[in-house]
């Protein structure tokens, strides 16, 4: 099934965080926090202005975001849990280049 967002939301996938602390230590499902990163998986077409023209959103699908730990609404979709949040719950776009040097 394909989804489409409406006006300026987006829908997120989060980025699960790391299982082991930095000590090596595995921290159990239950006491992990909700990840705050997301990578964007569709954008809706964008919202209107005052004037009725259409203003495209800023991020498109495959970005890297930061959003914040209540933000967007939780479904599931084809089995996956995803949310769904307008771009200005968005705090910010991650730099590829950023993103890859945190994961090494």
Do not use: C, Y
């Not at 602390?21 to 990578?39: H, L, M």
């Not at 569709?42 to 495959?62: C, S």
């Amino acid at each position: 099934m394909t989804f489409r967002p409406l006006h300026d939301r987006v829908l997120v996938r989060r980025i699960e965080a790391d299982q082991k602390t930095a000590g090596g230590i595995i921290i159990p499902d239950n006491a992990r926090e909700k990840p705050q990163q997301g990578e964007i998986v569709a954008v809706g077409p964008g919202a209107r202005n005052e004037r009725g023209d259409l203003v495209a959103l800023d991020v498109k699908a495959g970005d890297r975001v930061l959003f914040g730990k209540w933000s967007g609404t939780e479904v599931r979709i084809d089995g996956e849990d995803l949310l769904i949040m307008k771009e200005s719950d968005l705090l910010g776009v991650l730099d590829a280049s950023e993103a890859q040097k945190k994961a090494a």
